[in-house]
């Protein structure tokens, strides 16, 4: 199906200023741009839905219903056809059901740790803001300024303890996220921002362009985002299976 455990070398430009930025400042004038800071930090749920169009013309649109409440529940529902796939995180446990929408239940299978992991860490960044996740060992640093996308960035790279590390390239003029690049079991997974969408004074991206090793694979266009919603009771839930 669609990857969006996202969904996130570098060529100087110009010199830095006498007085180097820090990753805090960078990403504390990100957030601003976004938003609020009560605002950003009273969101406790999301949704966003959606519409996908890959790049490949052999593979068919999807609709896409991703909602989160913090700490880290997440549910994500793909349409594809018929078919609908959902992945559910809640209380550390995490699994994917496969079903055909008349069907009920249909395959379900646990994730494994490395993906209920990029599952749990993707649930979290929703509510962060680019703010580095400090409790679970992830650190940010600046490591200057490249150009990217047409755009003189920021770039601030954010690691954790043995894993893989994460850019994301901040626009000098306005601030805004350019592009986040992930690796993801030894490939790059790169996700481009595209316009605006203000929700409760919030900005979120109108669009999301996904890119694997550089050559494009989909494009997201975001119909609708719900902040601080009344979720449906039992709606992270992780159906038993029958045994």
């Given at each position: 199906m669609y990857r969006f455990c996202i969904v996130f070398g570098l060529a100087a430009v110009s010199a830095l200023s006498a007085q180097t930025p820090t990753a805090g400042s960078i990403i504390q004038r990100a957030r601003t741009m976004v938003g609020p800071e009560p605002a950003l930090?009273?969101?406790?749920?999301?949704r966003i839905e959606g519409r996908v169009?890959?790049?490949?013309?052999?593979?068919?649109?999807?609709?896409?219903?991703?909602?989160?409440?913090?700490?880290?529940?997440?549910?994500?529902?793909?349409?594809?056809?018929?078919?609908?796939?959902?992945?559910?995180?809640?209380?550390?446990?995490?699994?994917?059901?496969?079903?055909?929408?008349?069907?009920?239940?249909?395959?379900?299978?646990p994730l494994s740790p490395a993906e209920r992991e990029c599952l749990e860490e993707s649930t979290r960044n929703l509510?962060?803001?680019?703010?580095?996740?400090?409790?679970?060992g992830e650190n940010a640093s600046y490591a200057g300024i490249a150009k990217h996308r047409g755009q003189i960035c920021d770039v601030i790279v954010y690691k954790r303890p043995g894993k893989t590390k994460t850019l994301?390239?901040?626009?000098?003029k306005?601030?805004?996220?350019?592009?986040?690049?992930?690796?993801?079991?030894?490939?790059?997974?790169?996700?481009?921002?595209?316009?605006?969408?203000?929700?409760?004074?919030?900005?979120?991206?109108?669009?999301?362009?996904?890119?694997?090793?550089k050559q494009p694979l989909h494009r997201m266009e975001v119909d609708k985002v719900l902040v601080n919603s009344v979720l449906?009771?039992?709606?992270?839930?992780?159906?038993?299976?029958?045994?």
């Open positions: 930090g009273d969101i406790v749920t999301l169009q890959p790049q490949d013309p052999k593979l068919m649109p999807a609709k896409v219903v991703l909602i989160a409440r913090k700490p880290c529940s997440q549910r994500l529902e793909i349409y594809v056809d018929d078919i609908v796939e959902t992945t559910i995180l809640h209380g550390g446990e995490a699994v994917v059901i496969r079903a055909h929408e008349k069907e009920g239940l249909g395959q379900m299978r509510f962060n803001f680019y703010t580095p996740d400090n409790k679970y994301r390239y901040f626009s000098r306005e601030a805004k996220l350019v592009a986040t690049i992930k690796e993801v079991s030894g490939e790059q997974i790169e996700v481009v921002e595209d316009g605006d969408l203000y929700v409760n004074g919030i900005r979120f991206p109108q669009a999301q362009l996904y890119f694997q090793d449906e009771e039992g709606i992270f839930d992780i159906p038993k299976q029958k045994k």
